[in-house]
């Protein structure tokens, strides 16, 4: 210990084992918690669990939105008991730091967050559910699929909207890997996101598409690139940063799902100003308490129908009335889309 340490604000880039990389305006210092950061984790992370988000078996769970001010009133109210530090430090946090000598640090103080990317995490239970922040304080989500190798499934990419919708990130949407034959099934999709008004991008890294255009939008912002394994999110860094040298990955023969290579989320520096993390590749995605009340405006297309359902608890699966399943027969809201909602409300892993 040094007499007077001087006190450093920096960000997480990355972290494992209780050992954490932060970036401060002297340099990367490598850190450990403070005593005291420890204990506070430990007595959060064994608290009393979170209840269940929803329960297909339960009509306690129904909706009670009667127009956008409900929702509204509800952030402005979460948003308002967001002041306190996170229970767990992730990447993109913002911190205060001890320095105890030309390489390493204390931190001391975990600074409140302006935003995160939350998902449950793979190792969650009935009993007992854990939050897995992907990103803290990012202004951007790039969703990566791919045409084929392994080819995309819009489902899960439903769920990854909503997440972003839910957290009020913008998403762009990654179709990388363009080069490949792909069915006429996929463009269809992709224009489908477009009309609701979502951002597309087609990229190769193979014949160079897309690149410069997303290379652009990361400029000055800082994003979270994230999306199934094997998509190609790492060799898509690589291209649009190519000092990085992102170790990349093949996908499996055997299954046709993506071998991991990244093993959880890290912070990067971009050229163009701002910063990109890879995160690992995601197989299964379920959301992080997400209100059942709120996830139908998490659904861009429902938004002009909510509020207009014969009774003010509908739930949107099989009420009497509901507007929004008669915008589904009406050819009004797509069929598939509608499909993802109801399996993300009833809990359903895909």
Aim: aromatic share 6%; charged share 25%; hydrophobic share 35%.
């Amino acid at each position: 210990m040094i007499n007077n340490p001087a006190q450093l604000t920096g960000m997480v880039l990355n972290g494992a084992h209780g050992i954490y990389d932060v970036h401060t305006d002297d340099g990367i210092l490598r850190c450990t918690l403070r005593g005291k950061l420890k204990k506070a984790f430990a007595q959060a992370n064994t608290a009393k669990p979170v209840g269940k988000i929803r329960q297909s078996q339960q009509r306690n769970n129904k909706y009670d939105i009667q127009n956008q001010a409900a929702r509204v009133e509800r952030i402005e109210k979460r948003d308002s008991t967001e002041n306190a530090a996170p229970t767990r430090l992730s990447v993109g946090d913002y911190v205060i730091i001890r320095r105890l000598d030309e390489t390493t640090g204390l931190i001391e103080e975990i600074l409140p967050r302006k935003s995160e990317l939350s998902r449950m995490d793979a190792g969650s239970t009935s009993k007992k559910l854990v939050q897995q922040t992907l990103l803290a304080n990012l202004n951007q989500v790039v969703v990566v699929f791919s045409t084929a190798q392994p080819e995309p499934h819009f489902g899960l990419l439903d769920r990854y909207l909503t997440i972003c919708e839910s957290a009020q990130l913008p998403p762009v949407i990654c179709i990388n890997k363009a080069d490949l034959p792909h069915s006429s099934y996929i463009e269809e999709e992709t224009k489908l996101y477009i009309t609701l008004g979502y951002q597309v991008i087609f990229t190769s890294t193979q014949v160079e598409r897309g690149i410069d255009q997303l290379r652009d939008l990361l400029k000055d912002h800082t994003t979270l690139f994230t999306g199934p394994s094997g998509v190609g999110k790492s060799s898509l860094v690589n291209a649009i940063e190519p000092g990085m040298a992102i170790r990349t990955g093949l996908v499996s023969d055997a299954t046709g799902k993506g071998k991991h290579t990244t093993t959880g989320s890290q912070l990067y520096p971009l050229s163009v100003g701002g910063w990109l993390a890879d995160s690992a590749g995601i197989r299964a995605l379920a959301a992080w308490n997400i209100p059942p009340e709120e996830l139908a405006w998490c659904f861009v297309e429902f938004r002009p129908y909510i509020g207009e359902c014969l009774y003010g608890d509908c739930a949107h699966l099989d009420e009497e009335g509901c507007a929004i399943r008669q915008a589904v027969n009406d050819e009004l809201i797509y069929e598939r889309r509608y499909r993802s909602y109801v399996r993300i409300y009833t809990g359903e892993e895909r």
